[in-house]
C-alpha cells in the first residue's frame, strides 16, 4: 500500500522555499551571495538575473496560493526549479575546497531538488 502525499503539504514544501529564498535575493548582503551563484556564460549583469530570478520565485509562489493560477504556477515552478539546479551545480564546484560544513551544503543542495521538483510537477 502506498500512501499519497498530501496536497497541502506538497504545496507548502514547493511555495514556502520558492517564497523563502525568492525573498533573499532582494537584501543587498544576501544578493551578493546570490550574484555568485549566477553561471558566467549567462549575459548580462549579474544583479539583474537574481533580481529577476527572486521576482520569478516570490510571484510563482504568490500564483501557487491560488487554485486558479496553480496548475500553470506548478509548471513553471518545475521549470524553474530545474534551471535553477544550475546555480547549486555551480555552488558545489565552486565550494569543492571549501571547509567540510560549506561542501556539505553545497552537496547537500543538489539532490534536495530532486524532491522540490517532484512535488512541484505533482501540483499541475
Do not use: C
Not at 37 to 57: D, H, M, Q, Y
Amino acid at each position: 500500500m502506498s500512501m499519497q502525499i498530501p496536497e497541502s503539504v506538497r504545496l507548502a514544501a514547493v511555495l514556502v522555499p520558492l517564497a523563502g529564498v525568492g525573498a533573499l535575493h532582494f537584501p543587498p548582503k544576501t544578493a551578493r551571495v546570490v550574484d555568485r551563484l549566477i553561471p558566467e556564460f549567462l549575459p548580462g549583469p549579474k544583479r539583474a538575473w537574481t533580481v529577476g530570478s527572486g521576482v520569478i520565485e516570490v510571484g510563482t509562489a504568490a500564483a501557487l496560493l491560488m487554485p486558479r493560477t496553480r496548475s500553470a504556477a506548478a509548471t513553471v515552478a518545475a521549470v524553474l526549479l530545474t534551471a535553477l539546479w544550475v546555480g547549486n551545480i555551480k555552488m558545489a564546484w565552486d565550494w569543492r575546497g571549501k571547509s567540510p560544513s560549506k561542501r556539505a551544503i553545497a552537496y547537500g543542495r543538489l539532490p534536495l531538488q530532486i524532491p522540490l521538483i517532484a512535488a512541484a510537477r505533482s501540483l499541475r
